[in-house]
């Protein structure tokens, strides 16, 4: 069964075309990097999934349910969300932001929250020492972090990320990175992953999506991407980044095969 399908999704904002006639199916444990030019609709789609954008017409399908049918709430609960310059809730202290969700499904076990707040907090990279500030107290990289862990904290069994790790500095991108890959390998969530930086999509993605003016350029593994762009829009968006800076400092993540196309 697929996680997430959008069928014949439309959205306008006034007299705009946002997402036009848009389908896809995105099987479990798909990985799906989003990518496109800025105001291609990458955001405005993946909001759809939880509800917070929704289609002038067509239908978006999680695990072959109408979403416009369930309880937003409840919906929200099973799709983890994080996004740049996340978003914590400013009356909570760091820790209290991260065990929100898990509160709301384990009240009675404190202690395994409290090690599941200190396993993910580990893994975002965030001291021990941070656990009791409040939003405002962090820096704007330590709040992005706080963000990330507390999307991850859920285990939910979708998870949206809007490019997540913009905000924090390479070597803890780099982290991360590699945190979440491991974390998807070894749980089988499906992952939609908004990124700007083609190297991080074609290195985190099974699949990638690619997006120009709210219509599917090609979906596809990052290998066919690269070596079969489906036309010029997609050709030029990752030919573009061939041989940057960027690229070589992503090569670690890449196959082989991939380098050697990027050389
Ligand atoms: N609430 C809104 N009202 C009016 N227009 C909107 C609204 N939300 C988004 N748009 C427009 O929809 C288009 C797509 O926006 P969206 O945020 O989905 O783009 P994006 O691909 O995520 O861009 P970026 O890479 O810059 O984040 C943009 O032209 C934007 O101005
Ligand atoms: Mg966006």
């Not at 439309?10 to 990985?31: N, V």
């Not at 820790?95 to 975002?124: F, G, Q």
């Not at 069994?157 to 790790?165: A, H, K, V």
Request: include cysteine; proline fraction near 4%.
């Amino acid at each position: 069964m697929n996680a997430i399908e959008f069928q014949n999704i439309k959205k306008t904002y006034g007299d705009k075309t946002i997402i036009g006639s848009f389908s896809l199916a995105i099987g479990r444990g798909e990985f799906v990097t989003i990518i496109g030019t800025s105001g291609s609709g990458k955001t405005t789609l993946v909001k759809m999934v939880n509800r917070l954008v929704v289609p002038d017409s067509g239908t978006v399908w999680i695990n072959g349910e109408d979403i416009q049918d369930k309880d937003p709430v409840l919906l929200r609960r099973g799709i983890g969300y994080a996004i740049q310059g996340s978003v914590l809730f400013p009356h909570m202290t760091v820790e209290e932001n991260i065990a929100y969700v898990p509160n709301l499904w384990n009240k009675s076990d404190k202690k395994r929250t409290a090690s599941a707040v200190s396993k993910w907090m580990k893994i975002a990279g965030l001291a021990d020492e941070l656990r009791q500030q409040y939003p405002y107290e962090l820096s704007g990289g330590e709040q992005q972090r706080v963000g990330i862990a507390r999307a991850l904290a859920a285990s939910p069994p979708i998870l949206l990320m809007d490019e997540p790790f913009g905000a924090v500095d390479e070597i803890t991108r780099k982290q991360l990175q590699k945190e979440l890959k491991d974390i998807y390998e070894q749980t089988g969530i499906t992952v939609l992953f908004i990124t700007h930086d083609i190297s991080e999509a074609l290195a985190l993605g099974t699949k990638v999506l690619v997006l120009d003016k709210g219509a599917l350029q090609q979906y596809d593994t990052p290998d066919n991407i690269l070596n079969h762009p489906a036309n010029a829009f997609v050709a030029q968006l990752v030919g573009d980044r061939k041989g940057s800076e960027k690229n070589r400092d992503c090569n670690d993540d890449l196959t082989a095969k991939q380098r050697s196309t990027l050389k």
